[in-house]
């Protein structure tokens, strides 16, 4: 089903060009580029397409369109480490320069800015700059009508969801819960009325939400990420699998509390082969990092990689 509806967008894009209707080609891989980046498209592939199109895009002077794709792309390089950038936080690169950057404030395109913010915060989650997520929580929230297309405006409330709670988890902010919540029961309406690539993410954010706003007990929490995670491996959703392994590892090895080292670098070295293995070295070598787990290793702990 993944491939069907990645290789429909493509169809679309190569159709439409070949009519030259440029804006609807180019929105068609968006659809593309977005739902293979959730789908488990390895990265390496997303990057080489898109290099392609971006340079049709460019003969086309298509600056409104560009926007769309190059945001991601340059996400997308900031996770696999082909980014000029050495700081994979921020959005700034090989594809989304500052030159770029004054191109799209003169377009004034509330479109366009909206996905540069979504992609800013993805950022700014995947690599905990935290911010920069809550900068740009409320700048999402008020421009979400903006988004365009079902999968975007899905992807959209999960990551909105999922931000929220874990900010609510460090502030107890009322209203990180409450707009948290209102993301994720959009998202659980949507994945219990038939929308199969939302199940593994509907249980994601009920493990989130057990773990940061229900406060449950921990062998409650973590039999929900692991059913999380096998919904998430059946849709192939390897970045939110990760993300939710990271997640517990996280748990257990930055909260002094309830720190333990076993079962830390279980959850660590799963997300770090999930990552790996879709092409997200400038995340490897984070999460290796974040984590001094090479020192770990040298110590004596056990490797969990597979």
Not at 53 to 80: D, H, K, M, P
Not at 219 to 235: D, G, I, K, Q, R
């Amino acid at each position: 089903m993944n491939d069907d509806v990645r290789h429909k967008f493509l169809h679309a894009y190569h159709l439409a060009m070949s009519f030259g209707d440029i804006s609807f080609g180019y929105f068609g891989f968006v659809g593309w580029l977005y739902t293979g980046f959730y789908l488990d498209t390895p990265l390496s592939d997303i990057h080489k397409r898109t290099r392609s199109v971006v340079a049709e895009g460019r003969e086309y002077e298509s600056s409104t369109l560009l926007i769309f794709i190059l945001s991601g792309w340059q996400l997308l390089l900031n996770l696999s480490g082909d980014s000029k950038n050495p700081d994979p936080r921020s959005l700034v690169g090989e594809a989304f320069d500052d030159d770029f950057t004054m191109e799209m404030k003169a377009i004034n395109s509330k479109p366009a800015f909206f996905v540069v913010r979504q992609c800013e915060m993805i950022l700014g989650y995947t690599y905990e700059d935290w911010d920069v997520v809550r900068k740009n929580l409320p700048l999402i929230r008020r421009d979400e009508n903006e988004s365009k297309g079902y999968f975007s405006i899905a992807f959209n409330y999960i990551w909105t969801a999922v931000c929220h709670y874990d900010l609510y988890r460090a502030n107890g902010r009322r209203k990180d819960k409450k707009e948290g919540r209102r993301a994720h029961n959009k998202v659980k309406e949507w994945a219990t009325t038939g929308t199969v690539m939302l199940w593994g993410a509907n249980k994601w954010l009920a493990a989130m939400e057990s773990l940061c706003i229900k406060k449950a007990p921990l062998n409650e929490v973590e039999n929900l990420f692991e059913e999380a995670f096998v919904a998430l491996s059946e849709n192939k959703n390897r970045y939110f699998e990760a993300l939710a392994n990271e997640r517990l590892a996280r748990l257990y090895l930055a909260d002094d509390l309830l720190r333990d080292e076993t079962k830390g670098c279980i959850y660590l070295d799963r997300a770090i082969g999930l990552y790996r293995r879709w092409g997200a070295s400038a995340k490897v070598e984070w999460l290796e990092t974040r984590y001094n787990r090479s020192a770990m290793l040298a110590e004596g702990a056990v490797s969990y990689l597979t």
